[in-house]
């Protein structure tokens, strides 16, 4: 993943709801430019005109009546504009759809992709993947404070309460990757909660989700093997999971598929070996605050690690 090919903007709309938020955000643009432009003329006018007439109240009037006139008819054009767009950008809708569980944490995003089968259901962390040209449903709240789900690209925001779950609807029409954010104030690192959606073609997608549905691959190699052996003796089961391990930890993202990631931190990290090495000796320099304490670990048991955790495929 890199950063020239990640989109974030309300004015490349790549799905209808974004799209109505667009047409929306333009009109109210150009209103306010019209607005800005003809109020700067009646303001030079003005002067001019004082200091080349005499004072005629009629015209006043006349100017003052037809200011509040267009003013009202102005501001209601822009109200039945907004109402349009909110019913429009709320009509999506359809009976088969991908349906994600989406949970906001101080400072991460744990998205659970639902399914009638219980078994193929499975968990992933700050980035979601999602099939072109069909609709998405996430049912979002939150695990602590209040945080806000906003993909620019593809919908308006909507934000996550603690205990309350609500659904926003969503579609990507152009394949392409898309940032979010959070949107919402959360805490110290709330700059960090970054969140990728992946827009790609329905077969690239449930090849994906297939992958996704699996364990974690057994190692192959002896290097990869004592990495898994530095893993489980470590704390980190404590905090995550690894699906065909022992580790079952709930607090932290699930690291079954962590290689097939760009990122590592929600965002504030390219998913390279050096960068999580770094993080995994001392999170709290690269996002203070987060709830992953340091880890002492010797560098040959850090480099096992590594090499294990790079074959999370």
């Excluded at 962390?125 to 993909?151: C, M, Q, Y």
């Excluded at 805490?187 to 994906?208: C, I, K, P």
């Excluded at 590592?264 to 990290?269: E, K, N, P, V």
Aim: net charge positive; aromatic share 8%.
């Amino acid at each position: 993943m890199h950063a020239a090919s990640v989109l974030q903007s309300v004015l490349a709309p790549a799905g209808p709801q974004a799209a109505h938020i667009a047409r929306l955000w333009w009109l109210m643009f150009w209103v306010a430019t019209a607005v800005f432009v003809i109020v700067s003329a009646f303001v030079v006018g003005a002067i001019v005109w004082k200091r080349t007439e005499p004072r005629r109240d009629d015209v006043l009037r006349v100017a003052v009546t037809l200011g509040v006139a267009a003013t009202v008819v102005t501001l209601f054009v822009l109200l039945v504009a907004s109402v349009w767009t909110g019913r429009a950008v709320a009509s999506l809708g359809a009976s088969s759809t991908v349906t994600i569980e989406l949970t906001g944490h101080q400072w991460w995003w744990e998205a659970v992709y639902d399914d009638g089968t219980p078994s193929q259901r499975f968990r992933t962390a700050n980035e979601l993947h999602i099939p072109v040209g069909r609709p998405v449903v996430l049912k979002v709240t939150s695990h602590d404070v209040i945080h806000s789900f906003w993909v620019p690209n593809l919908h308006g925001k909507r934000d996550l309460i603690p205990g309350y779950t609500t659904a926003i609807w969503l579609q990507a029409d152009t394949p392409g990757i898309y940032r979010g954010q959070c949107a919402e104030f959360c805490g110290l690192q709330h700059a960090r909660m970054a969140l990728y959606v992946t827009a790609e073609s329905n077969d690239a997608f449930e090849r994906w989700r297939m992958n996704q549905r699996r364990e974690a691959v057994q190692p192959t190699t002896d290097n990869a093997r004592l990495g898994r052996d530095v893993f489980l003796r470590s704390t980190c089961t404590q905090c995550h999971t690894i699906r065909g391990t022992i580790a079952g930890g709930a607090m932290g993202p699930d690291l079954t598929h962590l290689a097939t990631r760009g990122t590592i931190a929600a965002g504030t990290l390219p998913n390279t070996r050096g960068h999580l090495a770094g993080w995994i000796l001392d999170s709290q320099s690269a996002k203070p605050g987060n709830q992953m304490p340091p880890n002492s670990l010797p560098a040959g048991d850090l480099q096992l690690l590594l090499t294990y955790l790079e074959t999370l495929k």
